[in-house]
């Protein structure tokens, strides 16, 4: 196994609920559990599902994002300047709709005191292996909402806007490390998204430039990470979406793969293979040669069926036409539940995925 991240068997973040976390999430917005209470019972069942994570034999483990509605949500309402949002917008997927939250930009975006430094503190607390942090790509700001959900008051123009949130996000980022973060990873659907032409299309009715858009993204992430210390891994997700094992976009990589895998200052991607959504992977002949790694997601999450092993090797092996395998890992497509409501499958099959990743790693990479 490599022995920094990302591992060769690793995993996006999420996992799926357990009943003590929803049954406690009801009585404490029904008001029948105070903060207290409901922070107890998430530091017991972080601290279960962090044993399972390192009995399955991962080496960098995350707390299911326990504390968490929204994958992205609930960490961007933490930034100064921004709100959650109830009852005006929803999210539609293929086939289904999320409940009607969405976020708004009604101040000076900034990284203050933010909750999550402190969740990620117990989660190093509670692991003897590397714990990992997810947070929202700071595209995901801007992306779904547009210039509709940023206040023209607080930000006349958008150049604003783009360099507030990318030095907010240099901040967060320094946060974190101060508090013994290591491995952190940005979630984000923009660069996906930007691969369909639909979901392009929905931009240009809207006024904006897919183009100028990927610019723009890729200059916030540079900013973001550009005094990164040394000795942290910084990593992405790219996700076409997952809420109920559905999904939004569909589209191969090539429109973005160029400036993701060359252009941006990530160690690390997280990259959709588990269907025909996500395309070929003549994309990875642009991941440049050297520490640079691409963690194949070519388990599904969405559903609990186990995936034939010798058609994963044999994907792997295609992958490696393209990139040097060894700058191959190995992972579950996506999170197990990028919402509280979780993925269409159980949680015996939810371990029986990461156990498989960790063997496939074993087969391919050789021992822990």
């Given amino acids: 196994m490599t022995s920094h991240p990302p591992y060769r068997a690793d995993e996006v973040g999420s996992l799926l609920r ?29 601290r279960e599902v962090v044993a399972k994570q390192e009995a399955v034999g991962l080496k960098a483990v995350t707390d ?5 509605a929204w994958w992205h949500f609930d960490f961007l309402s933490g930034l100064e300047g921004v709100r959650l949002v109830t009852g005006k917008k929803s999210i539609q997927f293929k086939g289904v709709t999320t409940k009607a939250e969405s976020i708004e930009v009604n101040g000076k975006v900034d990284f203050g005191e933010h909750p999550m430094v402190d969740h990620f503190r117990f989660l190093a607390s509670a692991t003897s292996v590397t714990p990992k942090f997810t947070i929202p790509s700071p595209t995901v700001l801007h992306f779904r909402g547009g210039r509709d959900s940023i206040s023209t008051d ?7 806007f783009f360099a507030d949130t990318a030095e907010a996000y240099r901040k967060a980022v320094h946060a974190f490390y101060d508090a013994g973060c290591r491995y952190l990873q940005f979630d984000d659907t923009v660069w996906a998204y930007l691969c369909s032409e639909s979901e392009c299309q929905a931009v240009r ?3 904006e430039d897919p183009e100028s858009l990927k610019r723009d993204y890729a200059e916030m992430i540079k900013h973001a990470l550009s005094s990164k210390p040394d000795d942290m891994t910084v990593t992405t997700h790219l996700c076409r979406g997952n809420f109920r094992s559905s999904w939004i976009s569909e589209g191969g990589y090539e429109p973005v793969a160029e400036i993701l895998l060359g252009g941006l200052p990530y160690d690390g991607y997280f990259l959709e293979y588990d269907s025909d959504r ?15 790694r691409v963690v194949l997601g070519l388990v599904t999450s969405k559903f609990g069926e186990l995936e034939n092993r010798a058609d994963v090797l044999a994907r792997i092996e295609e992958a490696g036409k393209f990139a040097p395998l060894e700058q191959f890992c190995v992972s579950p497509q996506c999170g197990f539940a990028s919402t509280e409501e979780g993925n269409l499958l159980s949680e015996d099959e939810q371990w029986r995925k990461l156990g498989f990743v960790v063997e496939l790693a074993k087969e391919v990479w050789g021992e822990l």
């Fill in 64 to 68: 299911g994002e326990y504390r968490r």
């Fill in 278 to 292: 996500a395309g070929g992977f003549e994309p990875l002949r642009f991941l440049p040669k050297g520490d640079k």
């Fill in 205 to 207: 009715d809207r006024g």
């Fill in 154 to 160: 607080v930000y006349p123009g958008m150049d604003e």
């Fill in 18 to 46: 357990p009943a003590a976390i929803k049954k406690a999430r009801v009585a404490h917005t029904e008001g029948r559990l105070d903060n207290a209470g409901l922070r107890q019972v998430e530091d017991d069942c972080i």
